[in-house]
Structures are given as structure tokens and as C-alpha cells.
């Protein structure tokens, strides 16, 4: 794991956390899943039309599993089953989001940012569960879907 760590590190400073949006117009979302007992990674795609949210666009792709499950190394799994999904698009999405961690990382390096570094896409990680790091529930009337800000 220490080449992996070590690509980790390096690759982090390339993280851009900054706002530098033109206009997003199309959001993909990326999950991963495994078949043949975890022999298989699977990845899927699917693009977006932002705000109508209606669907222009999917792939999938199969790849052999060539790295072990350690978490905090997920990327390495994931990634490349990711990126021939995202070969077959016809269009490049303006934002993708992850089912994994983004700069909620031991080493602020999860996959989204992985992913995002060597696609030079926007991406953010929507893990479902917190890997690292605390927070505060957020007020009551920040909860509300479309509250203003």
C-alpha cells in the first residue's frame, strides 16, 4: 500500500477546491459494483440534463478486479472500470458525482478526487457513510430541499 499511498499524496495538490464553474449543464453520477464474487468490476454512468435532471446519456463497463479492497484505497478498485465508462460517452459531463469519498479522506484524497485529477472534471464524492471527519447537524432551515442559502 505504499505506492498507492504515495500516488495519493502526490496527486492531492492537484486537487482544485475552488469555484470555477462556467455553467453545468450536464451531472453525471458513477457507482461501481462487482460480479463473479468481486473477479469483476462494473462500473455505470449515467448523464444528466441540468436542472431537468432527464437522463441523455449511460454506459457501462466490466473490468478485471486487479486491487485488493483496503479502505482508504478505493480508488485503485474503482477507478478503472470508471474511466472506460467514461470513455464510451459521447459527451464530456461538466460535474461528476461519486458514490465514494472526496476530500473526506484520511490523506483528502478519495475517489472522487482520484477520479476528478485524471479526467479533469469537477467530481464530488457522495459517500454514504463518513469515512473521516466530524460535523455539526446542520440548522433546521438549511434542511429544507431549495432553502435558501
Not at 8 to 35: P, W
Not at 71 to 98: H, M, N, Q, T, W
Amino acid at each position: 500500500m505504499a505506492k498507492a499511498r504515495a500516488i495519493q499524496e502526490a496527486l492531492r495538490d492537484r486537487v482544485i477546491t475552488q469555484n470555477r464553474f462556467a455553467e453545468v449543464k450536464t451531472v453525471a453520477g458513477v457507482d461501481v459494483g462487482f460480479d463473479k464474487h468481486g473477479a469483476v468490476t462494473r462500473a455505470a454512468v449515467a448523464v444528466l440534463r441540468f436542472p431537468s435532471l432527464e437522463l441523455c446519456e449511460r454506459a457501462v463497463a466490466r473490468t478485471p478486479t486487479r486491487f485488493p479492497y483496503v479502505p482508504g484505497y478505493l480508488s485503485f478498485r474503482e477507478v478503472p472500470a470508471v474511466l472506460k465508462a467514461l470513455r464510451k460517452l459521447k459527451a464530456r459531463p461538466d460535474l461528476i458525482l461519486c458514490d465514494g469519498q472526496g476530500l473526506a479522506h484520511p490523506r483528502r484524497f478519495g475517489l472522487a478526487c482520484h477520479l476528478g485529477v485524471l479526467v479533469d472534471i469537477p467530481s464530488v464524492g457522495v459517500a454514504k457513510s463518513r469515512l473521516v471527519g466530524e460535523h455539526d447537524e446542520p440548522p433546521r432551515e438549511k434542511r429544507k430541499l431549495g432553502a435558501a442559502a
